[in-house]
């Protein structure tokens, strides 16, 4: 509390005495039944009456003490104004930055997730669920175990000791409740009293603190994926985990916080394998439907051997709620594909069917060899019976269109200009941002078979060589026949159909979905919008927006060498140009780096009336399909119902 | 008899009826292959069956809707092996229901006139393409019915089987006129609705059959008519040719060798086409009137049970 407002408090009452004085005594006399309310009124006004004697006693007179108390009073109303308009100020600003906000989120594609909001889940969670002990790099930079080791008196990795820039390191924790107010601290202080808050709840060691760290454009640098303005986060208490604050303040989306905390409840549930798998999906180091199947159902096969039935309840009925927490974290990775929602689908009845009599070992033994089975069955021998089937259909000298990439497609291909000796003509159309047709392409031309490599930006033209078919993969194809596949297959397969070519998808039967979807707006998947503004070719690095400290400094002492070897350069360059100083043509060339660096589109996010919009995916009606190929034969598109419907139990 | 040739017999058996398909004369070829040479074994049976039907594929040179009663016969064998233990019960279970087979298919063809007679109105003209006994059977069925209508019937060369039909028809004493192939789009807007049969239905819904079907397709579906395929569900077959090339033919589709200098015998193109199925409205068919679409799931059905 400060001084003045002390002063001003034990000011008031004499003012009210005054006016409530004469009145109230008199009352008091007539009537004897008080409230006692009324009795604290009184001692007020006596207490005020005797305050009032004593500084009459000193020589102070009633005039006076009135005219202090009034100006005490307007000094007080003068502070709470300032404090009201700082506040609104400050209101006005959440209320601008909040607008800004939703101004971004607004869009068509409001409703998906995007990519920002998953990365500051995956955030929030690794975080939690690493080891207390060592540090890790994560997506928005380094986890550093300070609480625990601040605790232990261990080699403290501070924030200053980490990053090259100032002592000034300082962490925004505000303690246990949201509302309560943040408090700011050094950040080992800060950390500290965030772990004595809970040590009494949890161990201290278990806390973690990320450090976020100096100046503001290194905190939004470390944090970058997550656009951190001050590094705030919020403890939630007896989880010992930290959550961005920014996770609250940025996305108003409640359903999204209240699903993080859900899955930092159950964190320890989940095993690392899946913390792994979910980091390769997030970081598209697993890209495809059936490669990131594939994968999914490998580390699966490691769950269940690892996993222990608890005490009380039996296998076939909690297996399958451990794995829900599984599935919840890779969830948060990307949203599962439909392939992976299959294979789940079907894993998940598996274990219902499993006889609760049976012993644990032999259970889970019996499901690993059936999930290896089942990818045996829906994938690798299903491929080749695709493979089987298109081969008939490719002849002698075709030339072939492909999109993108597609494991399938390129087997297929291969098979057929390798095995079968064809000599077919492969073009593989591509497309920004992810060029997944440059590793197709490469593929297949090392191989040996003749491939043109082409963007869809050409697309025309491509259709003028004289194709006979155009092969497509597919990421899933819904129950009323439309192919849901890679952004850009709509509209090869519509310039395709315009010129009475052929398409035709190569679809495992796994990938057929129950759903049914007209347009491509109302499921989707939101990439990274980064990626389109920035190619930064110089600085591949820079390029995804989301750098781990290390790297940043990775890359300032790189810029740091490169200046120097530039100063070392430089005499050359002076003797060559002659006239300019070396101080001003070092000048010109930080200039030229600046500009260099700044692409047209780098702060997109500040303006508020453009979006970017990097979806992954699109629909292709099923006029434009003219088969389906799978593992059950060539299919019309309006098929895949039939498919769905006879195979239920088995698909 | 020693010599058993699965082409002689399958070609007797089509001399012998003039009311048999080709499916039906090769499934029942098939059958009486298999009361002869008896085999020993599954396996023997299956491979018997498998190396006769390629041998009967390859010696007939349209071999579309045979091919489709190879499958339904081969799919047949291979679903009812594994049901009886006993192997003499299971080869004459076997013999016995290919008979009952035939003998049920040969019936389907009044079933289609019966669900397909509501399909003609009094005072239509109707267009028929090429001579299917499906489609004669439903037009002298409504005939019975004393449905008034006439007929448009094409030449359907090269096979002029149009002829064939004219005279039937007239025989009947339905109103009809003889088109030559190149004058249906001169007549196709007074027509109310087009009638053709099939070789064979391929996965798709789309139809093989005689040439000419495709343009008459087109034109029918140009000129907003309805184009109904009336033919048996034996003739399902699991193809799916993406256009009339795609068919397994004799020779190429388009053959540039020079030839005598007879005009008619220089006369050469393909025999059969693919009309794919947005140009078909309903498959008139013994399981009912199905939309292209569903003869895709009837294979499934048929296939994978």
Redo the contacts between chains.
């Keep these: 509390m400060s001084e003045s407002e002390a002063k001003s408090r034990s000011a008031t009452p004499p003012s009210k005495a005054k006016q409530a004085t004469p009145t109230t005594t008199a009352a008091a006399n007539g009537e004897k039944k008080l409230t006692n309310k009324e009795l604290k009124e009184l001692k007020k006004q006596e207490k005020a009456a005797k305050r009032a004697a004593m500084k009459q006693a000193n020589g102070i007179s009633i005039e006076q003490q009135q005219q202090q108390a009034q100006m005490k009073k307007e000094k007080k109303q003068l502070q709470r104004e300032q404090q009201q308009k700082r506040e609104q100020k400050q209101k006005n600003a959440n209320k601008k930055k909040q607008n800004e906000r939703n101004v971004k989120k607004s869009t068509l594609f409001g409703h998906l997730e995007t990519t920002e909001e998953r990365r500051a889940t995956i955030l929030a969670l690794t975080s939690a669920v690493s080891s207390p002990k060592t540090s890790r790099i994560t997506a928005a930079g380094l986890m550093v175990p300070v609480v625990a080791s601040a605790l232990s008196g261990s080699n403290v990795l501070t924030a200053s000791s980490l990053m090259p820039v100032g002592p000034n390191a300082s962490s925004t924790v505000s303690a246990s409740a949201p509302a309560s107010t943040t408090t700011t601290l050094p950040a080992s202080s800060a950390a500290l009293s965030a772990g004595t808050s809970s040590a009494s709840t949890n161990t201290p060691t278990a806390i973690q603190q990320e450090i976020a760290s100096s100046n503001a454009s290194d905190v939004a640098k470390t944090l970058a994926s997550i656009s951190l303005e001050a590094g705030e986060f919020n403890v939630i208490p007896g989880i010992s985990s930290v959550i961005p604050t920014v996770l609250e303040q940025s996305f108003d989306n409640s359903s999204l916080i209240s699903s993080v905390k859900e899955l930092l409840l159950n964190k320890d549930l989940i095993h690392p394998s899946i913390l792994l798998l979910t980091s390769h999906l997030a970081h598209y180091k697993i890209v495809g439907s059936i490669p990131r199947c594939i994968a999914m159902l490998e580390v699966f096969q490691i769950v269940i051997k690892d996993y222990q039935t608890p005490k009380g309840t039996t296998l076939s009925r909690n297996l399958t709620s451990y794995l829900s927490h599984q599935i919840d974290l890779l969830k948060k990775a990307r949203p599962l594909s439909v392939t992976m929602g299959n294979a789940i689908r079907w894993l998940k009845q598996e274990i219902s069917l499993i006889d609760p009599s049976t012993p644990d070992k032999a259970a889970k033994k019996d499901l690993c060899e059936k999930i290896g089975q089942f990818a045996k069955e829906k994938i690798e021998l299903a491929d080749q019976l695709i493979i089987d089937n298109a081969s008939t259909?490719i002849e002698e000298s075709t030339t072939i269109v492909t999109y993108g990439s597609s494991k399938v497609l390129t087997e297929l291909l291969l098979h057929n200009a390798i095995s079968l000796k064809k000599n077919i003509k492969v073009i593989v159309v591509d497309s920004r941002p992810l060029f997944e047709g440059r590793k197709m392409a490469e593929t297949l031309r090392n191989a040996g078979v003749n491939v043109m490599y082409a963007l869809i930006t050409s697309l025309d033209t491509i259709f003028n060589m004289d194709v006979d078919y155009v092969f497509l993969g597919a990421h899933s194809i819904l129950s009323n026949g439309f192919l849901y596949s890679r952004a850009g297959t709509a509209m090869l397969a519509m310039s395709a159909k315009r010129r009475n070519i052929?398409v035709l998808v190569c679809c495992e039967s796994l990938k057929f979905s129950q759903r049914v979807q007209l347009d491509s707006v109302t499921f989707n998947e939101l990439a990274d919008p980064n990626d389109l503004v920035n190619i930064d070719y110089e600085n591949p690095v820079e390029r995804r927006g989301n750098k781990g400290a290390l790297l940043n400094q990775f890359i300032k002492e790189r810029k740091f060498e490169k200046k120097k070897l530039a100063m070392e350069n430089k005499p050359k360059g002076n003797k060559i140009g002659g006239k300019k100083g070396s101080e001003g043509e070092s000048k010109d060339a930080s200039n030229e780096e600046d500009s260099n660096s700044k692409n047209i589109l780098d702060g997109w996010q500040e303006l508020p009336s453009l979006n970017i919009v990097n979806i992954l995916y699109d629909l292709t009606p099923p006029e434009y399909i003219?088969?389906v190929i799978t593992e059950?034969?060539?299919?019309?598109p309006?098929?895949v119902p039939?498919?769905l419907r006879?195979?239920k139990g088995s698909a | 008899m020693s010599e058993f040739n699965i082409t002689e017999t399958y070609l007797r058996f089509l001399e012998e009826d003039t009311e048999m398909t080709m499916p039906i004369a090769a499934i029942e070829a098939l059958v009486t292959l298999l009361r002869i040479k008896t085999p020993e074994t599954a396996a023997e049976m299956i491979n018997t069956i498998k190396s006769s039907t390629e041998e009967l594929i390859k010696s007939i040179p349209n071999s579309v809707s045979l091919r489709a009663g190879c499958d339904i016969f081969m799919r047949f064998v291979l679903r009812n092996l594994h049901l009886y233990g006993d192997w003499e019960n299971c080869k004459q279970h076997l013999i016995e229901n290919g008979q009952l087979f035939v003998s049920r298919a040969k019936k389907s063809r009044n079933k289609i006139a019966e669900i397909g007679v509501d399909f003609i109105a009094d005072d239509d003209i109707i267009l028929v393409h090429g001579y299917s006994r499906a489609v004669f059977s439903l037009l002298n069925h409504a005939a019975n019915k004393f449905i008034r209508f006439r007929c448009v019937v094409t030449e359907s060369r090269p096979s002029k089987q149009g002829n064939q039909l004219y005279t039937l028809l007239e025989q009947k004493g339905i109103p009809v006129t003889l088109i030559v192939d190149s004058a249906v789009g001169a007549v196709i807007d007074k027509v109310d609705k087009v009638f053709v049969g099939a070789e064979g239905v391929a996965e798709s819904g789309g139809i093989i059959n005689l040439v000419g079907t495709y343009s008459v397709g087109v034109l029918a579906h140009n000129a907003r008519k309805p184009f109904y395929v009336v033919t048996e569900s034996h003739k399902f077959v699991r193809m799916f040719p993406l256009s009339s090339d795609d068919l397994p033919m004799a020779g190429p589709p388009l053959d540039f060798t020079r030839r005598t200098d007879d005009l008619e015998d220089a006369l050469r193109g393909p025999t059969i086409d693919y009309t794919a199925q947005e140009y078909i409205t309903a498959l008139i068919t013994d399981l009912g009137v199905l939309t292209p679409s569903a003869v895709s799931e009837e294979l499934i059905k048929m296939w994978y049970d």
């Design positions: 259909q052929p003219k088969k059950f034969g060539a299919l019309p309006s098929s039939v498919i006879e195979y």
